[in-house]
Nanobody, 123 residues
Framework: QVQLVESGGGLVQAGGSLRLSCVVSGLDYFPIGWFRQAPGKEREGVSCINDSDGLTYYSDSVKGRFTISRDDAKNTVYLQMNNLEVNDTGIYYC??????????????????WGQGTQVTVSS
C-alpha cells in the first residue's frame, strides 16, 4: 500500500524558513511533487524531483527560494523553504504516480497523495 506522510509545517514570520518532509512507503522508486493550496485558490504545483536522475522542477513563484531534495536511504523527500512570503501560506501536499520515475505531467497526473501539512506565514 502506497503511503505518503508530510510533516514540518508550522507558523513562521515572513522572511523565515521551514523544511517540509515527505516520507514514502510502499514504493521502491518514486518521483515526488510538492503542491500547495491556499484558501479559495486552486491547487498549485510547487516543485518536483525525478527518481531516476534527481532532476528538479520549480514554479516561478518559488524558484530561488525553495529547494527540493531527496534522501533515498530514508525514503524521504524534502522541501526547504527560505525567505517565506505571506503568499506561501497554504496546505502543502506531496504526491507521486506509482510506476513512474519522472516528473512527467506531474502537475496533472499524480494520484497518490499525502494528508497535507499546514504552512502559515505571518507578516
Amino acid at each position: 500500500q502506497v503511503q505518503l506522510v508530510e510533516s514540518g509545517g508550522g507558523l513562521v514570520q515572513a522572511g523565515g524558513s521551514l523544511r517540509l518532509s515527505c516520507v514514502v512507503s510502499g514504493l521502491d522508486y518514486f518521483p515526488i511533487g510538492w503542491f500547495r493550496q491556499a484558501p479559495g485558490k486552486e491547487r498549485e504545483g510547487v516543485s518536483c524531483i525525478n527518481d531516476s536522475d534527481g532532476l528538479t522542477y520549480y514554479s516561478d513563484s518559488v524558484k530561488g527560494r525553495f529547494t527540493i531534495s531527496r534522501d533515498d536511504a530514508k525514503n524521504t523527500v524534502y522541501l526547504q523553504m527560505n525567505n517565506l512570503e505571506v503568499n506561501d501560506t497554504g496546505i502543502y501536499y506531496c504526491a507521486t504516480k506509482p510506476g513512474q520515475h519522472s516528473c512527467l505531467n506531474w502537475r496533472t497526473n499524480y494520484d497518490s497523495w499525502g494528508q497535507g501539512t499546514q504552512v502559515t506565514v505571518s507578516s
